[in-house]
């Protein structure tokens, strides 16, 4: 490979000299040049040894200027500058220390008063985990450093680059290394290493956005390692080298939709699925994440990201949310693509891969929120064993995930034995999910009472017959979305999550759920045990304490001297925020139906409750919290009364008014091959039957003032589309408007 003669002559190339291995230089002009392995455009920022080449290059700045200058972005602008201004001049310790707003305003306008601002900044950053945390301003305030202090700076960013973890960030801090003439050898063997990494990140988390979008983690994490890292990567690269690696990136392009379609009802964060329960977040946060949303919807031109970027993104409230969020949007946000609010979109959608499904009435803040899981677990730690665990929000949390990860890890002792953590929190006896069995089983994780297991083992792979290998081994399908559809009547999803159990110790595990708008909820399970005498357990947790709304609670002393229930009755009503959920049990129809919780049994395994210290529920886990998160204190549980290898499960489940005192009549209905129930909920008369036995399957019928709505049998396979939905007004938007079709996307048509 040839470098290109001007830049000889110039004398440019000299500190990148010993980056170049093996390849020589020749007075002939080349097109590229190499950093160690990695080929570069030989009249690229990168091979120039120009800075800034991090954020923006200088070639980016005229693009800037005028796009600060268009409703959209001027207001940001205006707003970042002001609360800037207005910092440097009380001395303001939280404006001081901003490096990428000085940086950025420094690029912008050439005054030197944030300039030199940035660069005590710098001087003081210890260049440490993220790359804002020092490089970026380093990179920003570049030509006002002194060589000793760019050098001092430079020392930290090697020491930070040779460590062993956050490739993203150390890629970042490579290429703003590179050229510096310090152990060029070194940074040139790192970035070609992290190079590769990257490339390999894109088709990582493209495998988990494949359908529609999704990710290895849940929301809150999503920011605080993935987003801001990866992001920051891929746009170092490309403005220190013109190639851009967001060409294809599916996972930036859907995050949006992935976070607003997890928003309850009148809020803008997420909702506790996932580890989400030590906080909620609205978007990719920590350490500027935010600002990268405006890559995505500048590159795709979606309208749905221009919303949520405008309305939940840019905060105007405190200075440090106008420091940390607004510079983002001035650098990539296209004010040209119209914000489209999520009312415009339908109400359902399928994160296939990921195996989420969120169903909603309508976008109204009092709408009803229905989520299901069933997909591939997490592949952080801290995962939850929840497969076909399901959740629903109207108002409040009613039913939802109970425990909590207390502020941030289980490690924080002040908070915790930890115990609550590895015992409840992330078990299935914690989530709207099944249990089969009491043992505890030890897989890659652990697993209590018969729950999943989040790691599955190579010999559980082998006895599921499937292939053990590297590939597979961080996103092992334990569970499928094996059936889905959506319509403005209803949506139905079916799951199968059997391979997320041991397999000495479950055969099958199927849960089809069926919600009809509004509030109505029909699920079915089919599980099949190895042995007969394990018991299977379905699980519902609330809020407040379920009643018995045909019946009554008496005391079971067989655990504890209080605490514990048993309902008399099969139909459960559980009112919180508002609303209230009511919950029928169909099948079986001998079943021992099982109500415990309350302070001190809130998160009990086996008789034992891993509750938090006290310490946690002052400082921590308030009621406001508690809100938050849906942090609920009951659970009902519902085991058939006569072993058998093989149980069916059947519940109607309503989310209605809380004035609402008796739930509606449920008829149950059968015939040699399904079984169903038949209801009139909501003004809809509601007929709904599944497939007793091999693939998963059934039949709908549904009716409203006399005239059938539909009638036919339910999805049979994944049908990832809206073609149902053509009556609705907003269809053709839908398939014709490309800022809509952009958060649409995935491989799902209307």
Same mark, same amino acid.
């Given at each position: ?16 000299? /010993? ?21 570069? =455009? ?17 070639? %980016? /700045? ?59 900044? #710098? ?5 440490? #985990? ?33 460590? =062993? ?50 990710? %290895? ?126 009312? &415009? ?57 109970? *425990? ?51 790691? $599955?083992?190579? %010999? ?18 334990? @569970? ?12 139905? $999803?079916? *799951? ?33 045990? $190895? &042995? ?29 001297? !209080? ?34 919780? *309350? ?11 891993? !509750? ?17 998160? @849906? ?15 093989? !149980? ?27 079984? @169903?129930?038949?209801?009139?909920? !909501? ?12 693939? #998963?399957? *059934? ?18 396979? #994944? ?9 609705? =007004? ?17 491989? @799902?048509?209307?």
């Amino acid at each position: 490979m040839r470098f290109h003669s001007s830049l000889l002559r110039l004398g440019v190339l000299t500190s990148l000299t /010993l980056a170049l291995i093996g390849t020589r230089p020749s007075a002939e002009a080349a097109d590229s040049l190499r950093i160690g392995s990695v080929e570069i =455009p030989a009249d690229c920022p990168l091979a120039r040894n120009e800075h800034p080449r991090l954020l923006l290059s200088k070639a %980016d /700045l005229p693009g800037i200027r005028r796009r600060i200058e268009k409703p959209g972005v001027r207001e940001i602008y205006q707003q970042l500058k002001k609360t800037v201004d207005d910092g440097l001049a009380r001395g303001s310790a939280r404006v001081l220390s901003a490096q990428v707003p000085l940086g950025i305003l420094y690029q912008i306008t050439g005054r030197k008063e944030y300039g030199e601002a940035c660069r005590a900044a #710098v001087l003081k950053s210890p260049f440490g #985990v993220y790359a804002a945390e020092g490089a970026y301003g380093y990179d920003l305030c570049y030509d006002l450093l002194t060589p000793e202090e760019r050098r001092a700076c430079e020392k930290k960013m090697l020491a930070f680059v040779k460590q =062993p973890y956050r490739e993203s960030a150390r890629f970042i801090q490579c290429v703003a290394l590179c050229g510096s003439g310090l152990e060029e050898e070194t940074v040139a063997q790192k970035l070609s290493e992290l190079h590769r990494w990257c490339i390999a990140r894109k088709a990582f988390l493209n495998r988990w956005a494949e359908d529609r979008g999704g990710d %290895d983690n849940s929301h809150g994490y999503i920011g605080q390692h993935e987003y801001v890292g990866t992001m920051g990567a891929y746009q170092a690269w490309r403005a220190a080298t013109g190639e851009n690696w967001f060409e294809g990136f599916l996972w930036a392009k859907t995050m949006a939709p992935y976070y607003i379609y997890h928003y309850p009802p009148g809020r803008t964060a997420t909702a506790n699925v996932g580890i989400n329960s030590w906080g909620s977040n609205g978007y990719p946060d920590e350490t500027g994440a935010c600002n990268f949303t405006s890559i995505a919807q500048s590159r795709w031109k979606c309208g749905l990201t221009s919303w949520w970027i405008q309305n939940v993104v840019v905060r105007r409230k405190h200075d440090y949310e106008i420091l940390e969020g607004h510079w983002g949007p001035i650098l990539w946000y296209d004010p040209d693509v119209p914000s489209i609010p999520p009312e &415009r979109f339908p109400e359902d959608i399928l994160f296939k891969t990921r195996g989420y499904v969120s169903m909603r009435s309508d976008w109204g803040k009092d709408a009803t929120l229905v989520h299901f899981h069933c997909g591939r677990f997490e592949s952080d730690g801290r995962n939850q064993m929840d497969n076909s665990a399901f959740m629903i929000y109207r108002r409040a949390y009613l039913a939802c995930d109970s *425990g909590t990860r207390g502020v941030n890890n289980p490690e924080q002792t002040k908070y915790s034995d930890g115990r609550h953590h590895e015992r409840y929190f992330a078990q299935t006896i914690a989530h709207n999910s099944l249990t089969v069995g009491t043992e505890d089983i030890q897989g890659r994780s652990r697993s209590v009472c018969g729950g999943q297991v989040s790691r $599955v083992p190579d %010999d559980w792979l082998r006895a599921y017959g499937l292939p053990v290998n590297e590939e597979n081994r961080y996103t092992r399908q334990a @569970g499928t979305i094996v059936a889905y559809e959506t319509t403005p009547e209803f949506c139905y $999803v079916a *799951g199968d999550a059997a391979r997320s159990y041991a397999p000495h110790l479950v055969r099958r595990f199927t849960r089809q759920l069926l919600y009809v708008r509004p509030g109505a909820v029909v699920i079915f399970d089919r599980v099949t045990s $190895v &042995r007969a005498e394990d018991a299977k357990r379905w699980y519902l947790h609330t809020m407040e304490q379920p009643l018995c709304a045909n019946g009554e609670l008496r005391p079971d002393v067989s655990v504890h001297p !209080d605490g514990h229930f048993l309902a008399t009755g099969d139909m459960l009503r559980s009112a919180h925020g508002g609303s209230v959920l009511f919950s029928k049990t169909v099948l079986p129809r001998k079943a021992a139906v099982r109500v415990l919780g *309350g302070p001190g049994h809130q998160f009990e395994v086996g008789g034992e409750n891993y !509750d938090m210290y006290p310490l946690w529920w002052r400082e921590v886990g308030t009621t406001q919290y508690q809100e938050q998160i @849906g942090l609920g204190w009951w659970r009902v549980e519902v085991e058939p009364q006569l072993k058998a290898e093989s !149980d069916l499960f059947l519940h109607v489940l309503w989310a209605t008014e809380d004035r609402v005192r008796e739930m509606f009549p449920v008829e149950s209905i059968e015939d040699p091959d399904q079984v @169903g129930v038949r209801f009139v909920a !909501d003004g809809i008369d509601v007929e709904a039957a599944f497939s007793k036995a091999g693939s #998963v399957g *059934g039949r709908i019928r549904l009716a409203k003032d006399g005239q059938v709505i539909a009638a036919r049998d339910l999805a049979s396979a #994944v049908e990832d589309h809206y073609r149902q939905w053509k009556t609705d =007004p907003r269809f053709q938007d839908w398939s014709t408007d490309p800022a809509m079709r952009a958060a649409m996307g995935g491989t @799902g048509k209307p």
